[in-house]
């Protein structure tokens, strides 16, 4: 009887023994799940914040260019920016104003030097741009003259659209009020003259005076206008401005 009761007892804490151990094997072979902080979390990239433009300042004219030894037309000048957050290049969109055509600069520092026309007004921003990320973010634009040989008074900037602003689309009406904004290094401009119509370079004037604005222009639901505004000032100087264009919803 003392021997059964031995063999029982020896048997029953073997089987406890190996419990444990199975329980102890089970934990090392099924280890938690990670809490995170791993290689394959996703890696957030923040979109870059826009400059702030330095130089050429603002409706200025620009005269620290190097004049080109081998063309007296052109000169560098150098486009200053300060540095943006989240950004790891940048892009410089430098528009001539007589010609509308723009040129394209890529930089990966604050600053880049461009040869330019003497004697042109310009208008410039900067784009910047992040590695990661489609995101990107425009500066202020900037308008500027670069200066040129014996320019005594310069022309006024072209005018741009306030209202209806370009390419859009205005609720239906019969009359719009056309509104534009126009500067000049010499402040001394004096007059706009308004030309209107459904043709895509209009030729017919509506109206000339000292004003910003023209009221009460009539206009048909449906179609489509372009117009354009020349600016005069004191000597005789004149720009042009792009050709704006709106619908009439």
């Known amino acids: 009887m ?8 020896s048997i029953l804490s073997c089987a406890l023994i190996l419990t444990g151990c199975s329980s102890s094997s089970s934990d090392d072979d099924n280890p938690p799940p990670p809490t995170g902080g791993g290689d394959d979390d996703p890696v957030v990239v923040l979109a870059p914040s826009a400059a702030t433009l330095v130089f050429p300042e603002d409706v200025t ?18 486009f200053e920016w300060n540095i943006s957050e989240n950004t790891d290049r940048y892009t410089v969109t430098l528009t001539n104003l007589n010609t509308n055509s723009s040129t394209f600069v890529n930089s990966n520092t604050n ?9 042109t007004p310009y208008s410039w921003f900067v784009t910047s741009r992040a590695n990661g990320t489609s995101e990107s973010a425009d500066s202020q634009v900037f308008r500027f003259f670069n200066e040129g040989p014996g320019v005594e008074n310069y022309a006024p900037f072209p005018a741009e659209a306030v209202a209806p602003s370009r ?3 205005i609720a ?39 004003t910003t604005s023209l009221e009460a222009v009539p206009v048909t639901s449906g179609t489509t ?3 354009t505004v ?20």
């Open 230 to 249: 020349v600016t005069t000032d004191s000597t005789g100087n004149t720009s042009t401005s792009e050709i704006f264009q709106f619908k009439v919803g």
């Open 111 to 119: 600053e880049v030097d461009i040869l330019i026309d003497r004697g």
């Open 225 to 227: 206008y372009f117009w």
């Open 167 to 169: 390419g859009a689309t």
């Open 2 to 9: 003392k021997l059964n009761n031995f063999l029982y007892l």
């Open 172 to 210: 239906t009406t019969t009359m719009v009020t056309l509104e534009w904004t126009a500067s000049d290094i010499d402040d001394d401009i004096v007059s706009f003259e308004v030309f209107f119509g459904t043709e895509a370079d209009p030729v017919t004037s509506i109206g000339s005076g000292e």
């Open 61 to 78: 004219e620009c005269n620290t260019g190097v004049v080109d030894p081998n063309d007296e037309t052109k000169s560098t000048v150098t």
